[in-house]
């Protein structure tokens, strides 16, 4: 590269990084005082384009962003306030699904309020142009947003350290209890935190509608993107993710401008995995203190027992009659919810006794699928041998990405787990001679004799029954026991002999497996498979299956696949706005039974 186009890749990078730091510092400053994973902040930048383009023909466009980013703000109050305000109390993972359901409730509202189309919003006044920089035009636009990104920093700086509302926050940041024993009121503090994250993603939204449309996508597409700036900086910390945004926005325009274009779908994800293995706190973040482990104040899962077996009898009954009393519809449906269920089970096995979160659980569940199609379509295997041997290619992807997976904790492990799915997505997505690219692979059908649909769901019953009852038989074995002391006192656990490192490592590879199989199975129930089944939503998916049923019950992650599966099927056909109504169902749940349907059952009917 010449010295002029290096120049104007390093102009383009800091134009992305002032975008990314736009979009990552609010949901930073959110994380870093109410220790909140808010997946809905892309809802919230989502949103400010949306209203940006709305008001921009009505207002024009330099009052649309102030108006928009004000308006976003108050939504993010009054989310607070009437939702994540009842849950601060409530499990981590609890207030992750409530903004979950927030997601989908703002996405059917943008659907329902602007339509399915992409919006194309106007050129910014006065910045129309562009100007001649090393012999090339840059345009002036992009020239702002380069000034624009550090002076919000700055202001953010000094809000932060120079105002006693600042000190209040870091305060809070440091030590909540302490705070609130000194008179801190955390309800309005919080509440104004939201508030300013808000008004930054909206900002960041808004301000993004010259050069990108409005589209009902948007929304985890970003969320992945801050994710990613807010770790890879560091967890809470506003210096760390403007680095980290400067870091990835350069990483990712010289990618473009020495010509490896399609690496840019990944780039960030491998910038995060590899500071994560060297640094697991980020760039300018601070070691976690060690804690019992997310899961440890929960009471412990349920054993097998004998009564049990006994009790799941007759649903193992009406199951395998079900296609005496069923249509073909109700037959696929069911199917469904026996991969899903298998699926979930597999996250369960070591998210509930492990407390090994993951954000990328699709993976195996991708690469069990594709495994299965590839084996069948390029290697021209038999149906029933690419069946068997398809579980393998997620064993591969669980022992790689494990290894370095289980040397981390908490949201670090989640977004390293979530990286690793993102490159395994782009892999998918991008290699069009073996996976097909964005098309997948189709004509992925079973042997003639499991052609019906009966025959398959059969089969389905007894891979996945058997899968299942597998999980849960390790979970009341010595190792799940080791595995459950690895999660509640990790010093103890070394102290009394236990390995927890190879214990966490072993588990991740084994509900790898299984979701492997779980991937296999559809892939065949399907007949084609597309880089949909490694995505971000089909991993959220599995965090709602074990969530909605309980992460501390042995059977909760059964039931809640069965459960969300049945919404999303009832509601889809039902509801014109059905990802909304999913939405707040999922609300209702949470709200209701805060430790999932079969948490409730078991607290209140006993095992």
């Known amino acids: 590269m010449s010295a002029a186009a290096i120049l104007l890749q390093f102009l383009n990078g800091l134009s992305a990084a002032s975008s990314l730091f736009l979009l990552a510092a609010g949901l930073s400053l959110i994380f870093g005082v109410s220790r909140i994973v808010n997946f809905a902040h892309g809802s919230l930048y989502m949103l400010g384009m949306y209203l940006a383009v709305w008001l921009a023909g009505k207002a024009g466009y330099w009052p649309s962003v102030l108006v928009s980013a004000l308006g976003v703000a108050g939504a993010a109050a009054l989310i607070e306030m009437l939702v994540l305000r009842r849950l601060y109390k409530a499990p981590e993972l609890l207030q992750l699904l409530a903004t979950f359901a927030l997601v989908l409730l703002v996405r059917d509202f943008a659907l329902w309020a602007w339509g399915p189309e992409d919006m194309l919003g106007p050129r910014a006044p006065g910045f129309r142009g562009a100007i001649e920089i090393a012999g090339s035009r840059f345009p002036t636009y992009d020239l702002l947003l380069i000034a624009l990104g550090p002076a919000v920093f700055v202001v953010l700086q000094v809000l932060l350290t120079r105002t006693r509302w600042g000190t209040l926050v870091r305060a809070a940041t440091e030590d ?8 801190v009121n955390q309800r309005w503090l919080f509440t104004g935190v939201f508030a300013l994250g808000g008004l930054l993603a909206g900002l960041g939204g808004a301000l993004a509608v010259p050069q990108e449309p409005a589209s009902l996508e948007v929304d985890l597409a970003t969320i992945s993107d801050a994710f990613v700036v807010v770790v890879v900086g560091g967890l809470g910390s506003i ?4 680095l980290a945004a400067l870091v990835i926005g350069e990483v990712k325009a010289f990618c473009i401008g020495l010509g490896y274009s399609k690496v840019t779908l990944a780039v960030e994800f491998i910038v995060m995995a590899l500071v994560l293995v060297a640094r697991p706190w980020g760039l300018l973040g601070k070691p976690m203190a060690l804690v019992r482990g997310a899961a440890a104040v929960e009471s412990p899962l349920g054993r097998l027992e004998t009564k049990t077996v006994i009790a799941a009898l007759p ?15 109700t037959l696929v449906l069911l199917t469904d919810v026996l991969v899903f269920a298998l699926f979930a089970a597999s996250l369960h096995f070591m998210m509930g006794p492990g407390g090994l ?46 290894w370095f997976s289980v040397r981390l904790s908490g949201v670090y492990l989640a977004m390293l787990t979530l990286a690793f799915a993102q490159i395994s997505w782009s892999i998918a997505f ?3 001679h073996l996976t097909g690219g964005s098309n997948g692979l189709i004509g992925v059908w079973p042997s003639a004799w499991l052609a019906s649909k009966t025959a398959y769901y059969y089969l389905a019953l007894a891979v996945c029954g058997i899968g299942i009852g597998a999980l849960w038989k390790v979970l009341d074995a010595p190792f799940g026991y080791s595995l459950r002391a690895s999660r509640d006192s990790p010093l103890r656990a070394e102290a009394i002999g236990i390995d927890v490192r190879r214990t966490r490592g072993l588990a991740f590879i084994a509900a790898g497996t299984f979701a492997g199989v779980a991937g296999a199975v559809y892939a065949f129930s399907k007949g084609s498979i597309s880089p949909e089944t490694l995505s971000v939503p089909r991993s959220v998916d599995a965090l709602v299956m074990v969530l909605l049923g309980g992460v501390q019950t042995l059977t909760g992650a059964a039931w809640g696949a069965a459960l969300f599966t049945w919404l999303s099927d009832a509601l889809s056909r039902e509801f014109a706005y059905w990802r909304a109504a999913i939405g707040a169902v999922i609300l209702i749940l949470v709200l209701v039974f805060p430790h999932g349907v079969a948490g409730y ?7």
């Open 176 to 183: 909540r209890e302490m705070a609130s024993a000194l008179g």
């Open 239 to 242: 210096p760390g993710a403007f």
């Open 315 to 329: 649903i193992v009954a009406v199951l395998a009659l079900a296609p005496l009393a069923s249509g073909q519809y």
């Open 357 to 402: 979160v993951s954000f990328g659980h699709a993976a195996y569940f991708g690469l069990g699928a594709y495994g299965a199609a590839l084996l069948l379509l390029r290697g021209h295997w038999p149906m029933e041998a690419a069946l068997v041997a398809a579980p393998l290619f997620a064993l591969a992807g669980a022992a790689v990405f494990g």
């Open 430 to 432: 991008q290699w069009d």
């Open 601 to 607: 059952a078991k607290e209140r009917f006993g095992r």
